[in-house]
């Protein structure tokens, strides 16, 4: 019994994080230097398992579009990640940045972006994903759903590597598993404003990202790239974006020269 009561005490003090765009409060049961541990194993066994492109104008594309991002993300949140960007040489239409800062973008992706700034939105929108701890929030939202089973039979030990499979699945590193999770609407909305700012503040153009969001939403239904199936696009989601564009971006000061 003492023991359950130390781990529900353990859990309340990780749980009290709060989003660092929107401040609500959110409940998440792995610490950050966990999460960061996690992002760090997935993203060598990642490495380990695909095939790593070495076309020098993809990886200079990534990049040079990803370190403006990551910069404006450590200013501006001070994550203190160790940034890296890796491209991927595959057709899957993809991208993910893991907690720690590891950004990777395939080939797929690449084929399918106009320009830099739209490049730019996708990276952006996923960095704001990781920064907002949004793949923790679900993982402890699905440790939640069995924490009284787990609880009772051993106690929990978080961060084990029970976890591991659900890590990889809530920050969209699916080749794995082959599961995809959509991210809920909510977590789209603040990853999409987080994500148009960041772009925004790098000097990129924020109307693009309305360009390739349309554009994807527009593609056949069998052409649907796995991108979009786990950030589910419409819209009003596009129209949020507009709006987030024309009322409160136009007044956040940036120095572009
Ligand atoms: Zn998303």
Known sequence: MKKLLFT?????????????????????????????????????????????????????????????????????????????FHVLDSPQVNAFCLPGGK???????????????????????????????????????????????????????????QWGPLFDVAYGVTTKYGVIYPYSRKFEYEADELGLYLMYKACYDPNEAIKFWYRMMKLPKQQVPEFLSTHPSDENRIRALQQFINTKLKNVPRNCN
């Open 103 to 161: 950004i990777f973008v395939y080939t797929g992706l690449l084929k399918l972006v106009q320009n830099e700034d739209q490049l730019a939105a996708v990276i952006g929108h996923e960095v704001a994903h990781a920064i907002l701890r949004h793949g923790s929030e679900r993982v402890s939202m699905a440790m939640i759903g069995d924490i009284g089973k787990k609880l009772l039979a051993k106690g929990l030990s978080i961060g084990g590597g």
């Open 8 to 84: 529900f005490l353990a859990l309340f003090f990780i749980s009290c994080s709060q989003n660092p765009y929107t401040h609500r409060p959110q409940l998440i049961l792995i610490s950050p230097q966990q999460e960061v541990e996690m992002g760090l194993k997935a993203s060598k066994e990642i490495l380990q398992k695909s095939k790593v492109s070495n076309d020098p104008y993809y990886n200079q594309l990534v990049q040079r579009v990803a370190s403006r991002i990551a910069k404006v993300a450590e200013e501006e949140f001070h994550p203190g990640f160790k940034w890296e």
